[in-house]
């Protein structure tokens, strides 16, 4: 899995009315940043800001002038069930400005269908590697 930072979404996310959980006071994860488990804030004025780490002194936020794209997600319900569900958003800023936020979420069904590509795929790898081991 390996270090991520997080990030706490102030900002209306465009499907967040669909969920029936308090999506706001979520914490997402996300590997776009800098990876050493630090804070972020999407503000809802629609700003980055850096609200933890060995850089912020107590109580001090900095607006870190975002451009690009973060991707941040989680998972709702228990992972291999029906109720399993990955939410993921795509938040895309334009000189410290965020101006799209986009969802890319995953159904059980979709992602059991990726874990099933991928353990065939491995399987594949596997096989190929032993015949090349056996000659």
């Not at 669909?18 to 990876?35: D, H, I, M, N, P």
């Not at 269908?113 to 000659?135: C, G, I, L, N, Y």
């Amino acid at each position: 899995m390996g270090m991520f930072d997080n990030i706490k979404v102030n900002y209306p996310l465009p499907d967040a009315d669909l969920w029936k959980v308090a999506l706001r006071t979520q914490k997402w994860q996300t590997k776009s940043l800098e990876c050493q488990m630090y804070t972020y804030v999407i503000t809802a004025e629609g700003r980055l800001l850096l609200i933890n780490s060995h850089r912020t002194a107590e109580g001090t936020n900095i607006d870190m002038q975002m451009h690009g794209n973060i991707v941040f997600y989680d998972m709702l319900g228990t992972v291999n069930t029906p109720s399993e569900m990955w939410l993921e958003y795509t938040a895309t800023f334009d000189n410290g400005q965020l101006t799209e936020i986009k969802s890319n979420h995953k159904t059980h069904e979709q992602l059991q269908k990726e874990r099933d590509s991928t353990r065939d795929m491995m399987q594949k790898v596997m096989a190929k590697h032993e015949r090349k081991k056996r000659v």
